[in-house]
T-cell receptor
Framework: DAMVIQNPRYQVTQFGKPVTLSCSQT?????MYWYQQKSSQAPKLLFH???????NEADTPDNFQSRRPNTSFCFLDIRSPGLGDAAMYLCATSRERTGGAGANVLTFGAGSRLTVL | AQKITQTQPGMFVQEKEAVTLDCTYDTSDPSYGLFWYKQPSSGEMIFLIY??????QNATEGRYSLNFQKARKSANLVISASQLGDSAMYFC?????????????FGTGTRLKVLA
């Protein structure tokens, strides 16, 4: 089945130790998103790629970086995790066409839960 | 600017009964899409139902229906015949279409508990 896979599902890191979370998709969707979701809160968009075009949210801290080496993969790098970065990180994809008439369904991975000690 | 509001932090419903989860939104874009997602305790966001702003009919998907009232800017989710497996967080989301930003924003969610 076509899907969105996130690894690892659970990541424990120490304060300040860099972390990389990965997302892969077999849907051939051209847009990939990273959301941060803290406990009992709404998912918050960090950034998204439309093909190779990177779109950063204005309030995304510089501590968060992303890479999309090809259509299938996207990475979230947290350069120096703080206690406040402990959260669930959700990767999502959608197929979009420039000037498309509809809003397309976001397909999510299972998430990566980050714990910072 | 887009905004999604879910005013019910938590809801209880008896098994086999119907429940309505509220969602109001605000946008200046004349064309937009509204979504509902379910998030079980495992964390994965599961798509439930979609309503386009120009759709004349309310969307339905099995036991899920969307009560879309455009003038009131509300898009409430109705779950009929609740099941124990429906216990989860439910998020309302929106995306403006005309703006071409490909950004989806989410409400704060409603935690639904189905009672046996």
């Amino acid at each position: 089945d076509a899907m969105v896979i996130q690894n690892p599902r659970y990541q424990v890191t120490q304060f300040g130790k860099p972390v990389t979370l990965s997302c892969s998709q077999t849907l051939n969707h051209n847009v990939m998103y990273w959301y941060q979701q803290k406990s009992s809160q709404a998912p918050k968009l960090l950034f998204h790629y439309y093909d190779k075009d990177f779109n950063n949210e204005a309030d995304t801290p510089d501590n968060f970086q992303s890479r999309r080496p090809n259509t299938s993969f996207c990475f979230l790098d947290i350069r120096s995790p703080g206690l406040g970065d402990a959260a669930m990180y959700l990767c999502a994809t959608s197929r979009e066409r420039t000037g498309g008439a509809g809003a397309n369904v976001l397909t999510f991975g299972a998430g990566s839960r980050l714990t910072v000690l | 600017a887009q905004k999604i509001t879910q005013t019910q932090p938590g809801m209880f419903v008896q098994e086999k009964e119907a429940v309505t989860l509220d969602c109001t939104y605000d946008t200046s874009d004349p064309s937009y899409g509204l979504f509902w997602y379910k998030q079980p305790s495992s964390g994965e966001m599961i798509f439930l139902i979609y309503q386009g702003s120009y759709d004349q009919q309310n969307a339905t998907e099995g036991r899920y229906s969307l009560n879309f009232q455009k003038a009131r800017k509300s898009a409430n989710l109705v779950i009929s015949a609740s099941q124990l497996g429906d216990s989860a967080m439910y998020f309302c989301a929106m995306r403006d279409i005309t703006s071409g930003t490909y950004k989806y924003i989410f409400g704060t969610g409603t935690r639904l508990k189905v009672l046996a």
